[in-house]
């Protein structure tokens, strides 16, 4: 398949809603992560989506649009708490669960009686999906497995040949996936934490927020799949201790560091914030892998605010494994 790379423009804008309108997968940019997009009312166009990626059948996708008038295609019906959440945070970083309505291909919710839905920030993403008119499914743009894009040329390496067409939108803001909530009569059940935080969706609704910790599995089914990861082995430290990370080889280690200064014979990524790690994260890992690095050591951040989304994806990146539980022969 040939893959056309589009630009913001009015003109390119049009071309990539036609695409969709003739159930035609484009790749758009969103503050979070490029997206892979397909008309959601459309079986054969949402079908295309797990093909193009290699995502199983049973995770179901995110239904984005322009703007909250075209819920009502989406959802059966929309609470108070959804409501005011919506009116709080969108467009922006936030995805809502609903109950699911007719229109919606049954492929773009894996069988379930739910939706997911978010309206994205990025003027791209609104334009787009404003010219588009039909509610647009989808998921993350990567490989299944992979790191999301985050930058144009991530989604085009991952993305040409599998899609028709990829919008350049540049660096996404954000750089982890939205925040998943189900909002239940007594409280706010986080499936997938991202950049509206738990504290702020507390402040919001005064509801206490369930973490993923506290769910069982099956509430979102993305959550049980491997997740972010790059070729190099990556690794946990919580405080980058020279003394356990000298035994990792220096010209093939790379260290991710937010508060320690970094280990000077290594490689090293430093970021200046939480902000600035969660920006750069996938971007970061996907270059150590063109550098040849065979192992990352990222430091771990505290879980609160939005180093809760960042130890989220740390922790799937590494499939939980710790430096600091190494034995090493000295
Ligand atoms: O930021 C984002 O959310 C990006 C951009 C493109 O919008 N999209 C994204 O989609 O990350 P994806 O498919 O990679 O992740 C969707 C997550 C998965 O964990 C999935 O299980 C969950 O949302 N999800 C989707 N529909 C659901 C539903 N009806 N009930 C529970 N979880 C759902
Ligand atoms: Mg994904």
Known sequence: MTTRPLSGTAQDIRTAARLIQDEKLVVFPTETVYGLGANAFSDTAVSAIFTAKGRPQDNPLIVHIGNTAQLQDIAVSISPKA?????????GPLTIVLEKSKHISSKVSAGLDTVAVRIPSHFIARKFLQECEVPVAAPSANISGRPSPTSFKMAWNDMQGRVDAVIDGSSCTVGLESTVIRITENNILLLRPGAITKEMLTEITDLPVITPRQLSKVESPGIRYAHYQPDATVYLSRNLNLDLIKHFPADQTAIFSVNTLKPNHFTCIHFHSIKEYAQKLYTSLVEMDHRNIRFIIAETVSEEGLG??????????????YVEDLSFDS
Do not use: C, I, Q, V
């Open 83 to 91: 409501k005011l959440l919506f009116d709080t945070f969108a467009p």
């Open 308 to 321: 809760l989304a960042l130890m989220n994806r740390l922790k799937k990146s590494s499939a939980g494994k």
